[in-house]
């Protein structure tokens, strides 16, 4: 049986919040995830999926999945040993350790010049 959905009043739209768009987007990208498995549990069509990802990775925040990975041994150590730090791999390109104590318009700005 089809499910009819109808909406009234002058706005025809779902107004969705940004934690909401974040979370859909991150269960559709997540491992072993099916992106139009997750739109038809929150009935949307994948193509607005897909926009909302686009649209997030624009935002000034930039939205990025993290992978909690066990740490390096010694020998792959760079950054300060034992110091608390985020390694970006940017798809195989460079890999970057920030350390923590870094100041984020730092780590903002070596992230964009090592995009271009």
Known sequence: MARYQLITGPERRRAWSEEQKRAIVA???????????????????????????????????????????????????????????????LAGVARVRIPAAMPPELAAAVLRALRR
Do not use: K, M, N, T
């Not at 897909?50 to 997030?56: I, N, P």
């Not at 990775?57 to 390096?72: K, Y």
């Open 27 to 89: 269960a559709a990208f997540a491992p072993d995830a099916i992106v139009a498995e997750v739109a038809r549990r929150a009935e949307l069509c994948p193509g607005q999926i897909y926009r909302w990802r686009q649209q997030l990775r624009g935002a000034e925040g930039e939205f990025a999945a993290v992978v909690v990975a066990p740490a390096a041994s010694a020998g792959e150590e760079i950054a300060l040993p034992g110091a608390p730090a985020i390694e970006i791999d």
